[in-house]
């Protein structure tokens, strides 16, 4: 199940005072709004909060508590006034998104609404001469990929030939809460799909598979392999699984490799984000052979996105 439900689907509204859906510039909303969580309403806010994708109004249902009786969090919603604007965060199903021609395609790219990822970073990218000391994230989050044809047409079968990435997780992570509702499309899908829609909860897995997909899951705790704590033992970093059929979920990596993800002992707490495949590795699972690209903390700030 991924992370979008009916209920939750919007994490943040935009607030701008003044605003309106009739007359007000998007690119100015979208340029100074502010992203407000349901937890972070108050009701001063009604009538300022606006939806990232199709920019109506929204409430927060219920207004005046945190949870409802049966202890589900509050959320925000469309006004029934704007029913008949398409949205697909009004969607509990969502099929993804389909362009009617080439034209309409590239645009999306170009306003940097859809991203098409060939693939993802493999190894660590070389250090530039003119820079100085070690690094540790990658100075160049996107690379030009090849001309992809992607099944992203209207019609069945149609597909067009677009610009591609080969970028990072990092990239991702990085101004999340903007990409959260961009289309992405990832190798060997059949359309793209917001970004909501694509994130799997770790803790809800039970089992392998061998189709690589985009993962979130918490950090527990994590140990360095080895009595002498060699950069290049393993270390095993355990993250949230609530399913009694697995023992325990890990990532399984070197720990120099982990560590220039910002990955140590202190990372207990963290979110962590990761394309791969899902392993065996004992009694519990684990992804493992991380390319370089691959995974990355989700910064702290972005958390409650995931919640």
């Given at each position: 199940?991924?992370?979008?439900?009916?209920?939750?689907?919007?994490?943040?509204?935009?607030?701008?005072?003044?605003?309106?859906?009739?007359?007000?510039?998007?690119?100015?909303?979208?340029?100074?709004?502010?992203?407000?969580?349901?937890?972070?309403?108050?009701?001063?806010?009604?009538?300022?909060?606006?939806?990232?994708?199709?920019?109506?109004?929204?409430?927060?249902?219920?207004?005046?508590?945190?949870?409802?009786?049966?202890?589900?969090?509050?959320?925000?919603?469309?006004?029934?006034?704007?029913?008949?604007?398409?949205?697909?965060?009004?969607?509990?199903?969502?099929?993804?998104?389909?362009?009617?021609?080439?034209?309409e395609a590239r645009k999306a790219i170009d306003d940097e609404n859809l991203v098409i990822v060939d693939?993802?970073?493999?190894?660590?990218?070389?250090?530039?001469?003119?820079?100085?000391?070690?690094?540790?994230?990658?100075?160049?989050?996107?690379?030009?990929?090849?001309?992809?044809?992607?099944?992203?047409?209207?019609?069945?079968?149609?597909?067009?030939?677009?610009?591609?990435?080969?970028?990072?997780?990092?990239?991702?992570?990085?101004?999340?809460?903007?990409?959260?509702?961009?289309?992405?499309?990832?190798?060997?899908?059949?359309?793209?799909?917001?970004?909501?829609?694509?994130?799997?909860?770790?803790?809800?897995?039970?089992?392998?598979?061998?189709?690589?997909?985009?993962?979130?899951?918490?950090?527990e705790r994590t140990v360095h392999l080895g009595e002498h704590k060699r950069p290049d033992n393993i270390?095993?970093?355990?993250?949230?699984?609530?399913?009694?059929?697995?023992?325990?979920?890990?990532?399984?990596?070197?720990?120099?490799?982990?560590?220039?993800?910002?990955?140590?002992?202190?990372?207990?707490?963290?979110?962590?984000?990761?394309?791969?495949?899902?392993?065996?590795?004992?009694?519990?699972?684990?992804?493992?052979?991380?390319?370089?690209?691959?995974?990355?903390?989700?910064p702290r700030k972005y958390d409650e996105l995931l919640a």
């Amino acid at each position: 199940m991924a992370l979008g439900d009916n209920k939750r689907r919007i994490k943040y509204a935009l607030r701008l005072a003044g605003w309106s859906y009739e007359n007000g510039n998007r690119d100015k909303l979208k340029r100074d709004a502010a992203s407000v969580a349901p937890s972070e309403y108050q009701s001063e806010m009604d009538g300022s909060l606006f939806c990232p994708v199709c920019y109506t109004n929204l409430n927060r249902v219920p207004k005046q508590k945190e949870h409802f009786s049966n202890g589900r969090e509050a959320y925000f919603c469309h006004l029934a006034a704007y029913k008949d604007i398409k949205c697909d965060l009004r969607s509990s199903r969502p099929e993804g998104k389909r362009y009617e021609t080439y034209e309409e395609a590239r645009k999306a790219i170009d306003d940097e609404n859809l991203v098409i990822v060939d693939g993802f970073i493999k190894n660590k990218p070389e250090l530039p001469d003119e820079a100085g000391g070690e690094y540790d994230e990658t100075p160049v989050e996107d690379i030009d990929g090849p001309i992809s044809d992607v099944p992203i047409g209207r019609h069945r079968g149609e597909s067009f030939k677009l610009p591609s990435k080969i970028t990072t997780v990092a990239g991702i992570c990085r101004n999340f809460d903007e990409n959260l509702y961009k289309y992405y499309y990832f190798p060997n899908q059949k359309y793209s799909i917001q970004l909501v829609d694509l994130l799997h909860p770790v803790e809800e897995i039970q089992e392998e598979d061998d189709g690589p997909k985009l993962y979130y899951g918490t950090i527990e705790r994590t140990v360095h392999l080895g009595e002498h704590k060699r950069p290049d033992n393993i270390r095993m970093t355990y993250l949230k699984n609530n399913q009694s059929c697995v023992h325990d979920f890990c990532i399984k990596l070197q720990d120099k490799h982990q560590k220039t993800h910002g990955i140590t002992d202190a990372s207990v707490g963290r979110t962590v984000i990761v394309y791969g495949a899902v392993s065996d590795n004992g009694t519990g699972l684990c992804f493992k052979n991380l390319g370089w690209g691959e995974f990355a903390l989700l910064p702290r700030k972005y958390d409650e996105l995931l919640a």
